[in-house]
């Protein structure tokens, strides 16, 4: 339908039909008021009434091919280059066009081409034309009457003599007449021979059935190979996406399996390095329990000292009072070498006294400080057993964490190809001109790109394939809707000419009808009237008519007879 706009119409225009429809009706016009003219000039003024009454009638003697011609002009579609109008030469297509216009212009001269019409939007380049041929007739019982007949041309007269004029004309072009069948045929029946089988027409519709049912079985054909190829396609890619799932699954859980292999074995690690450093604890424990007895022990022992010093202090000084009140009271003389003597015991005691509890405290502070590094090598100990501890469940929590990690990945990648298949089979998959991929949920395939980006590039030749198989369908399927259409359109349209031709069938028959009681009542006047000549001519050789009555009646009586002369001569035209 995009090359229609190259076909052109350089005779005729929109318009003819309705010119050529008012040339019919004037010569209508025309034809009736001359035979009615002419009928009263003859002195038949009963026959013109009865023209009156009758009307105008077409302009034409009704034959099956009717008044008008339509002709084609065409040639075989490889002297113009091929199928299609891209494929032809243009020097080709204007010689052809020029010389088919010059040669119906030249055969059908004085208005007798209507219409030519030239197409350039199928196979082949084709010239239509219609031809109308008026001739003038002259008699004395219709006057001057126009009617169209074709075959007043001698090319439609004898359409054998028309290919041979049009091969003629068109032989230095390279264009050469067809088959010359008719000639073969009366060679052939002239010999005795067998004749060649003539060619069969075959009618545009019953093409067109033919081409619909040739169109169909290419859709069913490209319909069944392209299902097998795109089911055998699917097929490939589905066993791709579940031999990529299966490796993927069994690439994953074997990472998985060695990874919780592996915190297994930094757990049983961890939990060994647990267990020791709660033994190192338990020990440092015990150490500090130990070492809190060594200090109590201490404690005690410097309790029991210095309540012993005390002791020993208060006796010493009890006895520097006792022997400070017997030296008081034993001399008096020698108070002051005796009193001086007794502090001076008193004062070496008393230093004893403090040297032992000195002792002592050095004894609880060694102690002490012992117990101090008891309980710091216990913390550190300690302190040491829980970071280990904690590293291990910080490695273990971090294996359990890469484990998850590696299932979800896992998850991601089944749940992509997942999407992968119901975007195939829905059709929405696709690749953008940038090569990022179109679909209807990308992030879901996205996720699990570099581990199915094989499974996607299948996928994605899959939906294009199934869309191209698709696209064929569409237009297959819409060449057939259209076939379908034209189709209707036919058989509307014979319909139409089947009621059309039944009802000029009828008009045929009441015609035919008419006419036939037309001539049987005209029949029946002219023996009424043959017989009243008879009387009139009896009643004439009559003795005692005068002459001059004889003689008018004798005139009358020769143009009565002439008068049925001429009817019997027409025909009975009524």
Known sequence: MDLSHLNTQPVGGQDWIERLHREIAAAMEHNFEEEIAARERKGRFLEAERLRERGPVDPWKSTRGGPL????????????GGTGHEHWDPDRVEAFKQRATDFLLEHFPDGQLREVNIDEDEEALHIHFAVAVWVEKVSQNRGTQWLLQPSANRLLANYEYAQDLAGEAFVDLGIHRGERRAEAARQALAAGVEMPEPPRHVPPSDWRREQRRLALADRDRIREASRAEAEATVADGVALAKSVVKKSRKRAIAEAKARKAKADRQVAVAQRDRARADAQ????????????EARKEAERKVEAAREEAARIAKAAGDRADVIIADATALATVTVRKSRKRAIADARARRAKADRAVAVAERARADFEALAEVARDAAEEDRIRAEDAATAAAEQTRIEEARAAKTRDRVGVVIDGLGALVKEIDKGTLARDPDGRIRANE??????????????????????????SVHRDARVVRDATMREREALKTDQAALRQGQEQLAEDQKQLERDQ?????????AQWMLNRLELLLSRFMRWLKLPGIPNFIRDEGLALLGETVETIADLKEDGLEM
Do not use: H, M, Y
Not at 281 to 292: I, M
Not at 513 to 521: F, I, S, V
């Open 442 to 467: 990308p992030d879901r395939l996205e996720a699990a790109c570099p581990e199915i980006s094989p499974a996607i590039e299948l996928g994605v030749r899959v939906v294009d394939r199934a869309k």
């Open 69 to 80: 011609r339509e002709g084609i002009i065409t040639v075989n579609k490889l002297w113009f």
């Open 513 to 521: 009808n008419a006419a036939e009681a037309q001539t049987t009542r």
């Open 281 to 292: 604890a338990e020990v440092a424990r015990r150490a500090k329990l130990e070492a809190e």
